[in-house]
């Protein structure tokens, strides 16, 4: 299949987030912040909206530019949630963050979640189905909030039974185009779109190590791209560990997927990111200051 953007575009200077603008010339860290029982790495921990606080204070201090907040888990064969359910997680902890000088994204499919996250300051909306459930273009086409773009295959529940794809790069740069072109027709500002290739959703460990090696190429897509591989399974195939286990290797792939291109790294480590992210800055950047 023939790419959309053969050549890539100049780098876009700025993300905008409602009412937030964030300069791209240095990567952005956006932090985890799951408000559930049953995430694959942090279910549980910051259930309780005053943890979650916490927690969303202290990755700030790490380095946090954005934080994710997620009320649903999207693990294979995690509980599916309603959205009364899904806003009673994590309506309160937005209200309490609204306030904060980082912009706080919310990561959901649901259209009314959306909505009622966005009134409640929500500056942008993470969607792993990528605005395709009925209404979600709308809900933030309506809206100065930025929206993450996610390739999946299938659904959370059977996602990693059978993945299969011919050319899962060319699939992936296909999908994302296409759906960046509905927001933009739907009326969502250029500036405010960010796309995520989605590693671990219907990925087997290969596809996400072919994904990682072509993120140059779905940068030519001329949008940002999120990269989300923290504490993921692929870790645990390549060092043996798990999930709590992962953050050296999790540090390490922030930074390989910001070497390639990512704009935006989702993790669940924001001080050793941010570590890592400054080392590779001071090796790049020979105006970066040591004084
Ligand atoms: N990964 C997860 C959730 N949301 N959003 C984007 N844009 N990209 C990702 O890679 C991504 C995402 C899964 O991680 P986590 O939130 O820690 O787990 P869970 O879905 O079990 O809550």
């Known amino acids: ?8 575009p100049a780098p876009r200077a700025v993300l905008k987030l409602g009412r937030f603008s964030l300069a791209l010339d240095r990567p952005l860290i956006m932090g985890v912040l799951n408000v559930t029982p049953d995430s694959f790495s942090d279910g549980g921990r910051f259930f309780d909206p005053l943890e979650a606080f916490d927690h969303a204070n202290r990755m700030i201090a790490e380095g946090a530019d954005i934080l994710d907040i997620g009320g649903e888990s999207s693990r294979p064969g995690a509980a ?7 806003l009673r997680r994590v309506m309160p902890v937005l209200e309490k963050l609204a306030g904060l000088p980082v912009p706080v994204s919310i990561d959901t499919a649901k259209p009314e979640v959306m909505l009622r996250a966005i009134a409640g300051g929500a500056a942008m909306i993470n969607d792993i189905f990528a605005l395709r459930a009925p209404g979600a273009l709308d809900a933030v086409a309506g809206s100065a909030a930025a929206a993450c773009l996610m390739h999946m295959q299938g659904e959370p529940r059977t996602m990693q039974q059978e993945p299969r794809y011919q050319d899962v790069v060319a699939e992936v740069c296909e999908f994302l185009a296409a759906r960046a072109a509905a927001a933009v027709a739907a009326g969502i500002d250029p500036e405010r779109i960010v796309l995520d290739p989605g590693f671990g959703f219907g990925k087997l460990p290969h ?14 897509l001329g949008y940002p791209l999120l990269a989300g591989l923290s504490r993921k399974s692929l870790f645990g195939k390549i060092t043996g560990r798990m999930a709590g286990e992962r953050v050296h290797a999790s540090a390490a792939g922030a930074l390989l997927a910001v070497q390639r291109g990512a704009a935006i790294v989702r993790v669940h480590d924001v001080a050793a990111t941010r570590d890592s992210l400054l080392v590779l800055r001071a090796i790049d950047d020979d105006t970066f200051s040591l004084e």
């Open 80 to 86: 599916p949630v309603d959205a009364d359910e899904e």
């Open 1 to 8: 299949m023939a790419l959309p953007h053969l050549v890539p």
């Open 207 to 220: 596809h996400n190590l072919e994904l990682v090696r072509a993120l140059p190429r779905l940068r030519s």
